[in-house]
């Protein structure tokens, strides 16, 4: 930093708290970073305070085994840059703080303690492990995923001595039992719970206080919930991913073992009642309701970015033959009834980020629902209530061929059961109405508002992308020639005055017009690693969170080709990339929030998932970092919640 103020500067900038950038400490402000600097408070005339200009991150390099404790940890060794109008500059040394463990006992606000991340049934009982015998106990996730870091009007939550905040944490799955051998994906209800922070009014710190874990038994539960994302009207948008086939259930084992944890009868969960949009409330005192929208597709729900109208959502379909879907609501801040939407793709696509022009969107209404009509449906229709499907050609004109989860199919659909089929059969609707269901592992989905661009991750370009594959639609405008394992980030410009294919007005002002890739990773030949893309550029993204104030993309992993997984900055001005976190390795990097301002100060939330969990990359690698991945994290089935801070020495003045 040129530190250059004078005694009459030092004091303006001391009382200037309006420009957020990051913590000094846990979160920063201009008021919170000069505070240290001394001088009095004598009021002075007002005079003009240095304007933000820029920000840049660092980089940090990829650990290696020559530090193999750094490899099998959370590990930041960047900075944040920044720079003022006059030219003074900042410098930010970031390091994570993570606020529990999962499996750490907490406080419930109560006197009490809580298991974070403890996975309850539909009567908000303990699930229990018993894979151990004499070892029986809670089961907690190691998968924490998708993270809001919010504030609510009137707070007041006993124990909190600055400002309460809050933050949304939902776990997506555990990995495994106890005994190491019973593979649980997707056989608990996942959990979502409420953290109640403490935010120092001084540096900005954010300690944990209460954990209150949400009673999702209105909802049915929860499944798999993965990404998530902050709405503008303050509440916690999650997701469910990977919705259960309707037409297969009866031989879905892991669906079963669902029911059987949930409700104590493995024949009681229905289907039609997941693979939807959840939406967290928190309350003043740090509990929160929760609700979920039936009427915003049944798909393979990633993360939701509702955009600055308050009413155009777009979702992230992490699947197979999955398609860009967007839902318009009826209302602003109100989720509970609109219009769904399906993209066709037009020519030109590419995963090229040096192709020239864009692929365009054009936009197929799939219907319009309220939230309540179709949780009804879902509660009281069998799936061949709403349509056929056959898995050979039955040779009969009244069936239309489509592809669905990587397969043929032979589709009718019942007399009258379209909405039925739209809603709740989102994925086969979408195929049997036209649109573009090529896609393969849609992931994060954010917003750059300044510039009315949205970014969309595809972790892996492949199958259902790929020309020949058996996945792959002819003619629906996903075509590339070859596999690309390491992904591309999407870029879509968002227009109004927008028409469907029937020549109807769609009602939004943010409309995805056009996709071009933005950003690739490199599929390379294994290095000395183990590393399958090349560990400079980022692979396989996920989570992805824009900030306004910084100008910067941030990109977390889901790499199954890095033996790290990396969260990542993209300046989308300067096209700077830099790495800025490690993930333990076999680790995946989640919960990505990126937030600008709150009370002053700005954050970025991160969390992880199932350190440890070895793959064909890892041979190098695991039987040195496995002991220590071990010791780190409660026998590799703990993960870390938590938030990257930023701290700078002041010379004195």
């Excluded at 550029?537 to 033996?563: C, W, Y």
Aim: charged content about 20%; some cysteine.
């Amino acid at each position: 930093m040129h530190h250059n103020f004078t005694p009459n500067r030092r004091k303006t900038l001391k009382m200037f708290a309006g420009l957020p950038l990051l913590p000094v400490g846990a979160g920063v402000s201009a008021a919170g970073l000069l505070s240290a600097c001394g001088g009095d408070d004598t009021p002075l005339a007002p005079s003009a305070p240095p304007a933000f200009k820029s920000a840049r991150f660092t980089s940090m390099a990829a650990p290696t085994l020559a530090n193999a404790a750094a490899m099998a940890t959370t590990t930041v060794g960047s900075a944040l840059e920044v720079t003022y109008a006059d030219g003074s500059t900042q410098t930010y040394t970031l390091a994570y703080q993570p606020f529990f463990i999962t499996g750490d006992r907490v406080a419930d606000g109560k006197g009490g303690k809580l298991l974070a991340g403890g996975y309850y049934d539909i009567h908000n009982q303990p699930i229990m492990d018993t894979s151990v015998a004499g070892a029986e106990r809670h089961f907690f996730s190691d998968s924490p995923d998708g993270t809001s870091l919010l504030t609510v009007p009137n707070a007041k939550v006993d124990g909190v001595k600055g400002k309460p905040v809050f933050a949304v944490v939902q776990f997506e799955y555990t990995t495994w039992a106890q005994d190491g051998k019973t593979d649980m994906y997707g056989k608990l209800p996942s959990p979502i719970a409420v953290l109640t922070l403490d935010q120092d009014s001084t540096t900005g710190k954010l300690s944990l206080v209460k954990y209150h874990n949400v009673d999702t038994s209105r909802v049915h539960g929860l499944w798999i919930t993965c990404g998530a994302s902050l709405s503008p009207w303050g509440t916690h948008l999650s997701s469910e991913e990977y919705e259960p086939d309707a037409f297969s259930i009866a031989s879905n084992t892991m669906f079963k073992a669902y029911s059987q944890n949930l409700y104590g009868n493995e024949n009681t969960a229905k289907a039609y009642h997941y693979g939807h949009m959840p939406e967290v409330t928190v309350n003043p005192d740090g509990t929160a309701s929760i609700k979920k929208h039936f009427c915003m597709g049944r798909i393979s729900h990633e993360l939701v970015q509702v955009m600055p109208d308050q009413r155009t959502a777009l979702m992230g379909d992490d699947a197979t033959n999955s398609a860009y879907f967007v839902f318009v609501a009826d209302k602003e801040k109100d989720l509970s009834a609109g219009t769904l939407y399906a993209a066709k793709l037009g020519a030109g696509f590419s995963i090229d980020p040096a192709a020239g022009s864009a692929a365009p969107l054009s936009w197929i209404k799939l219907g319009h629902a309220s939230s309540a009509e179709i949780e009804q449906l879902a509660g009281t229709l069998q799936p061949a209530d709403i349509m056929t499907v056959a898995k050979a050609d039955p040779n009969d004109a009244s069936y239309t061929k489509i592809v669905a989860n990587g397969r043929a199919e032979w589709i009718k659909i019942n007399p009258g059961m379209e909405k039925a089929a739209a809603f709740l059969e989102t994925h086969r609707y979408a195929a049997f109405m036209g649109a573009s269901m090529g896609f393969s592992k849609m992931e994060g989905t954010t917003v750059n508002a300044a510039d009315k661009v949205a970014y969309s991750a595809l972790q892996n370009c492949e199958k259902s992308m790929v020309t020949g594959d058996a996945a792959n639609v002819p003619g629906n405008g996903i075509a590339i020639p070859k596999v690309l394992k390491a992904g591309v980030v999407m870029a879509l410009n968002l227009r109004g005055a927008q028409k469907d294919t029937a020549g109807a007005a769609i009602n939004s002002e943010w409309m995805p017009v056009d996709t071009k890739a933005l950003l690739a990773g490199e599929d390379i030949a294994a290095d000395a690693l183990g590393n399958t893309a090349n560990p400079a550029k980022m692979a396989n993204p996920d989570n992805l969170k824009f900030s306004e104030k910084l100008r910067t993309l941030f990109i977390g992993e889901d790499s199954s080709q890095h033996v790290n997984n990396f969260l990542w900055a993209y300046n989308i001005d300067t096209r700077q990339l830099s790495r800025i976190m490690s993930i333990p390795a076999g680790g995946e990097s989640t919960g990505l929030h990126a937030v600008d301002e709150i009370n002053g100060w700005t954050y970025i939330m991160s969390n992880f998932q199932h350190a440890g969990d070895w793959g064909g990359i890892h041979n190098v690698v695991k039987d040195q970092l496995d002991p220590l991945i071990k010791a780190n994290y409660k026998g590799k089935f703990g993960a870390a919640v938590g938030y990257l801070t930023g701290s700078t020495k002041q010379p004195a003045l």
